[in-house]
């Protein structure tokens, strides 16, 4: 019997073993018929595009625009997925609303931007609203003259005048205030039961830190302006990050929402009523008993949702966003051979891939852990 | 929908406790109420004047056909509307001989309905899909569609009454068997039939996302099933051959997986063998939902309590008669919903073949067509995607809530 | 324990397969390899580039052309779904040539970012398709560049009244095609004259004239002869765009094939010339039929008629290339002359033959010697 099931999987394995084979004959014998390079060489030619909104020239090697395109890739997923949570959140709860408008909509908006593709939503947001409602820049809207908004990007206020290693440091020293104090006050509420406003103290303390030392080294706020046909000045959205990464928060918020109103269903009843019973507020029992609890439910769904968010961004690509999938096709596109190159890009999302959904475990055992 | 509501609740007193409770609880209450009332009152009569007032919609009144089938040869439309009337039967049949076993074995939700009832909870739950089609009927300016969508309704309410009093007869065994493979058989003669009178390379339109989501779905069943049964097995080769596949293609996004199919397919089949755009979306789909469905089946595989394949074991059932006859398709049975979900993903997903592979989908057409003569830089574009839109709304949302009716049913998570 | 025993396995495994492969590259002697070998040569004759695409073209009867549906004078699809334009009358004068029918084409559309891979992996048999010869194009992409049949430079279209030269554009946005050589070549000029140019390239032209129109990109920089095309059918109307004076690359667009089939290369080298030829004799398609009854040797030659030899006797002249005697007669009779062809698509657009033009008018356009 186990020499026989060893038989049958060495028989499977050996199958799919000579379609490898097969494929890989085909492949190194169509590319040495017509001399095309199969290593990865090509990364070290010149790129001979730019890419807009980085510090990269065409003169760059193939490999610092990937690098380039994983950088723009992380920044839409990281980005999108804490927009998409909040708003996700929000409109979870929103369902559940004991007010009947503010439940309705939040189901409407559920129901709406599920059930539609993505693709047609992203195509909306781009040629509809990015080219269409929004003005040109001779026309830019300036609200409080504070930001800049036009097709050619959203001008948004920022730091200034400060180097990234004192700011690191500055950084540096709030978060280790932040943590120590939050141990200072933990203490001080288990000898006296006071309440210990931990993240109250810390995050204030956090913050005068930022603002006292960016103030002490001389920074400055920049302010965005239209010179000219550019947005100077600030930090500028770049018109396609803003398409898909409003398409992307949308359409996952759609999908979070579900995942947490589901959870809170999921929290025993009694929890919210033993919260009641203690005098907590509304927001009190949403924030403090029900949603942790919710939210560990809700955290293998959520991470699944990330993973989709991540995997959703390569259609950026097709909207002049340029995150790896674009720079892959691109580069191809200018004389880089196309199946390492595509390779690069799929290890990368399957990395990225495997490295969040173990993120992910990790959080549900730590969570887990708690429970009990 | 937010003024109707409260007035359908009868007087005056009923209406404002009503508004009270559900609206003006607590200041905070009425404050939300107002500022979400105003946001939702101006998106609905903002959508309306545009649907009914300032859309114009002659760009898809004038390339209706185009958007649905693509270039399909105008006098070959006969053929799509005679596998629409057989399809109809067919589902009509089906639905007829499952409620004839549903009454036997006094499991029928309907069968103590009146008529009314009936109509009216089959208007509940496919009503958008018919007044969706009821639209196209009359935007279309010939009378075959009409005649196609009358016929359909015939042969579905026929094959109904026709699968209805089959099932009551008492027929041969053999008999029985044959005629379900011959239903079984429908769905691929048609496919035959349609593929004779135009390639399935120049599938295009809706009629290209619908065909392709089906047929994914459909080949990628066995290959679900293989690798779910793989990575449960305690043969060790087979598990990390499957899990390497479910993990690699679960961690790829499918638009690099079209891209890749699109110009690098070439490079590894010879070019003899290299299929049309249409036939690679559509192995990239399988490939693809193949991953994604072995995870819910092997949910499936785990929802099925040990005692079941214990009891079978007992019964001297063979290991393979143990997981066919027995586990699997209570398993199947379980996750009905769940495939259901993956279908309408994959039906969504099919608009990325437009991007990737260049093919004249739905939406490719839709972006296509607002650069017609006449109709070029008008930003007819937001009427296009509105329309695109609704149509795979009307398909995802009808689909979704039929997987919650039946996961209602069968009492998944319940038990 | 168990995992050692796993990946003892899985080594075994590789090591069996590993050698396996070696014996069969060598001889087919395992029996699990046996099959290998046999469909390795089985597909080299329709594999990619079995050095006989010529015969394989003649024996398929139809032409693989590399092409696109919706570029105005180049290539597009007409009512009928048929493709019409320059770039598809060149796919037709090379199946006149090979097959003797200009209407045995396959017109494959391809997009900009899997031309050449369309090609390498043997998918199209030429590639027609407005693409630049350029060095790495022949180098890294396997592609051999023949005959160019358009010389062109790259040029900058702007709204109507923004700017009057290229060097006015300082702080601007500039967008392009992907995965082309314009984006590049537009780079280099900016540095070169000094200017901040932010380069935004789309995939595909729909989307940047949407961009365009909307105003996201204040010039619009490609081929002067594609901007022609595309400034021919804008919506605003063509007088809303301005394509400035300056030209600031070679762009000189030619058919490619695949590296290593010199035979098929001639062929269609020869099949480009043709028309070429054909307008230096003044032979077009209205009039090719008079010149059946030619004293003149030299086209008597090239029609692929019978002429008087050295030697006083009567004789047809073969250069062996493996094209029919009377190729240039279906090419020049079936799709016309050069001049034809320029006339028929390209100057309804409004461009001038310029470079184009022939050598004996001050143009490029030069016919190697039919003999």
Redesign the interface.
């Known amino acids: 019997m186990r020499v026989l099931?060893w038989a049958?999987?060495?028989l499977?394995?050996a199958v799919?073993a000579a379609i490898f084979f097969w494929?890989w004959g085909?492949?190194t014998r169509?590319?040495e018929a017509s001399g095309i390079p199969t290593n990865f060489d090509f990364l070290s030619n010149p790129a001979t595009f730019s890419i807009p909104g980085a510090d990269f020239s065409p003169n760059e090697p193939v490999r610092n625009a990937y690098i380039v395109g994983v950088l723009n890739t992380l920044r839409v997923s990281v980005v999108g997925s804490i927009l998409a949570t909040i708003l996700g959140t929000l409109i979870g709860i929103g369902r559940l609303?004991?007010?009947?408008?503010?439940s309705?909509?939040s189901a409407?908006y559920v129901?709406?931007f599920?059930?539609?593709?993505?693709?047609?939503?992203l195509?909306?947001v781009f040629?509809?609203v990015v080219l269409?409602v929004m003005p040109s820049i001779e026309v830019s809207w300036n609200p409080l003259d504070w930001f800049v908004v036009s097709n050619r990007g959203i001008g948004v206020p920022w730091y200034d005048g400060v180097t990234g290693w004192s700011l690191s440091l500055v950084f540096t020293i709030g978060v280790v205030s932040w943590w120590m104090i939050a141990r200072w006050r933990q203490s001080v509420f288990e000898r006296t039961g006071r309440p210990s406003h931990a993240g109250l103290l810390g995050g204030s303390f956090f913050v005068l830190t930022l603002i006292v030392g960016w103030i002490v080294l001389g920074g400055a706020v920049s302010l965005p302006a239209v010179d000219g046909r550019q947005i100077v000045g600030g930090i500028r959205i770049d018109p396609s990050f803003f398409a898909i990464l409003l398409a992307l928060v949308i359409y996952t918020a759609s999908h979070i929402a579900e995942i947490v109103r589901g959870s809170i269903q999921a929290v025993p009843k009694g929890q919210g009523e033993a919260a009641a019973a203690l005098a907590l507020t509304g927001f009190q029992r949403m924030w403090k008993v029900i949603l942790p609890q919710a939210m560990r439910i809700a955290i293998p769904p959520l991470g699944n949702q990330y993973l989709n968010l991540i995997?959703?961004s390569?259609?950026g690509?097709?909207f002049s966003y340029f995150d790896i999938?674009n720079v892959?096709?691109i580069t191809?596109g200018n004389g880089s051979p196309?199946?390492p190159a595509?390779f690069l890009?799929?290890v990368f999302?399957?990395?990225?891939?495997?490295i969040t959904s173990a993120l992910v475990n990790v959080a549900n055992r730590r969570f887990e852990l708690v429970e009990r | 929908?937010?003024a109707s509501?409260p007035t359908t609740l009868g007087t005056g007193t009923r209406a404002y406790r009503w508004a009270r409770?559900?609206?003006f609880?607590t200041w905070l209450?009425a404050l939300?109420?107002l500022f979400?009332?105003g946001?939702?009152l101006y998106i609905v009569v903002t959508f309306l004047q545009f649907v009914f007032v300032t859309g114009r919609w002659g760009i898809i009144d004038v390339n209706l056909r185009l958007l649905l089938v693509g270039?399909w040869p105008a006098d070959e439309l006969s053929v799509i509307a005679v596998a629409v009337v057989v399809l109809g039967l067919w589902v009509g049949l089906i639905a007829g001989i499952v409620h004839g076993r549903q009454i036997r074995r006094e499991t029928s939700a309907v069968a103590s309905m009146s008529m009314s009832q009936r109509v009216s909870d089959l208007v509940r739950r496919f009503g958008l899909i018919f007044g969706t089609v009821l639209l196209l009927l009359v935007l279309t300016d010939t009378t075959g569609p009409w005649l196609m969508a009358g016929a359909t309704i015939v042969a579905g309410v026929g094959g109904r009454i026709l699968g209805g009093i089959a099932s009551q007869m008492a027929v041969p065994h053999w008999f029985a068997r044959g005629a379900l493979l011959m239903m079984a058989a429908v769905p691929f003669a048609l496919f035959f039939f349609l593929t004779g009178t135009v390639p399935l390379a120049d599938w295009e339109g809706f009629y290209f996302n619908i065909t392709s989501a089906i047929a994914g779905i459909i080949l990628c069943f066995p290959l679900g099933v293989l690798l779910a049964l793989a990575r449960r097995s305690k043969?060790?080769?087979?598990q990390?051959?499957s899990v390497a596949y479910i993990?690699?293609v679960?961690?790829?996004?499918?638009?690099?997986?079209l891209?890749?199919a699109?110009?690098?397919?070439?490079?590894?089949?010879?070019?003899?063998l290299?299929p049309s755009k249409t036939i690679r979306a559509i192995v990239v789909f399988t490939i693809f939902t193949g991953a994604y469905l072995a995870e819910i089946v092997r949910g499936g595989l785990q929802s099925v309590p040990r005692g079941q394949e214990e009891a079978a074991k007992s019964l001297g059932l063979s290991p393979t008669k143990q997981m066919g006859l027995i586990v699997l398709p209570q398993a199947l049975r379980n996750v009905i919903p769940a495939q259901i979900g993956q279908l309408?993903s994959l039906f969504?997903?099919t608009?990325?073949a437009?991007?990737a592979l260049?093919i004249l989908d739905l939406?490719s057409a839709a972006?296509?067509i607002t650069?017609q003569e006449g109709f070029?830089?008008?930003?007819l574009?937001?009427e296009t995607?509105v329309f695109?839109?609704f149509l795979?709304?009307v398909g995802?949302?009808t689909m979704?809530r039929e997987s919650q009716r039946l996961e209602r049913k069968l009492g998944v998570g319940t038990r | 324990m168990?995992k050692i025993?796993?990946l003892a396995?899985f080594a075994v495994m590789a090591l069996v397969f590993a050698a396996c492969t070696d014996d069969g590259d060598a001889a087919d002697t395992t029996a699990a390899n046996g099959e290998e070998p046999a469909t390795t040569q089985a597909?080299g004759g329709?594999?990619?580039a079995g050095g006989a695409l010529l015969a394989e073209v003649q024996e398929r009867g139809t032409l693989n052309c590399g092409t696109r549906d919706?570029f105005p004078g180049f290539a597009v699809l007409d009512a009928n779904?048929e493709h019409v334009g320059f770039d598809s009358d060149f796919c037709r004068a090379i199946a006149a040539a090979v097959l003797g029918d200009a209407e045995a084409v396959e017109h494959v559309?391809l997009?900009t970012?899997?031309r050449f891979?369309?090609l390498?992996?043997?998918?199209i048999d030429v590639l027609v398709r407005n693409t630049t010869w350029t060095a790495g194009r022949d180098g890294v992409e396997g592609a051999t560049f023949l005959q160019v049949n358009y010389y062109d430079g790259q040029g900058m279209m702007v709204n109507t009244g923004d700017f009057s030269s290229v060097t006015e554009m300082d702080g601007v946005v500039i967008c392009s095609a992907g995965g082309t050589t314009t984006e590049g070549d537009a780079a280099a000029e900016a540095a070169r004259l000094g200017l901040d140019w932010e380069i935004r390239s789309f995939p595909d032209t729909?989307l940047l004239q949407?961009a365009f129109?909307a105003g996201q990109c204040d010039g619009w920089t490609s081929d002067t002869s594609q901007l022609t095309g595309l400034r021919s059918?804008?919506?605003?109307g063509p007088e809303a765009l301005t394509i400035l004076p300056e030209v600031f690359s070679k762009q000189p667009l030619a058919p490619a094939v695949l590296d290593g089939d010199t035979a098929w290369a001639q062929a269609v080298n020869w099949a480009i010339i043709a028309t070429i030829q054909a307008e230096e004799f003044g032979i077009t398609s209205e009039n090719v039929d008079d010149f059946l009854d030619t004293d003149d040797v030299n086209i008597r030659r090239f029609l692929g008629l019978d002429f008087e030899g050295d030697e006083g006797d009567t004789t047809t002249f073969d250069p062996g290339l493996g094209l029919p005697l009377d190729f240039a007669y279906q090419v020049v009779s079936q799709v016309g002359n050069y001049g034809e062809i320029f006339e028929e698509h390209l100057a309804p657009l409004g461009l001038e033959r310029g470079l184009n033009a022939l050598w004996t008018d001050g143009g490029l356009m030069y016919a190697m010697p039919y003999r």
């Open positions: 099931s049958f999987q060495l499977v394995f799919v494929l085909n492949f169509n590319t609303s004991r007010n009947w408008v503010v309705r909509l409407v129901e709406l599920r059930n539609i593709p993505l693709l047609v939503l195509t909306f040629l509809g269409q995997k959703n390569s259609l690509a097709g999938t892959t096709q191809v196309a199946v595509f890009a799929l999302y399957v990395v990225i891939s495997l | 929908m937010t509501a409770k559900n609206l609880r209450d939300l109420t979400f009332g946001f939702a270039r043969l060790r080769l087979l990390g051959l993990e690699f679960r961690g790829a996004p499918l638009f690099v997986l891209l890749m699109n110009v690098s397919l070439e490079f590894f089949v010879p070019a003899s290299a309408i969504k997903d608009t990325l437009g991007l260049g939406l972006q296509a650069q070029r830089g008008q930003g574009i937001v995607l695109v839109g795979f709304w995802s949302f979704s | 168990k025993k796993l396995v597909e329709d594999g990619a919706a779904g559309d997009e970012a899997d891979t369309a390498q992996s043997g998918q729909d949407e129109q059918v804008y919506p605003d």
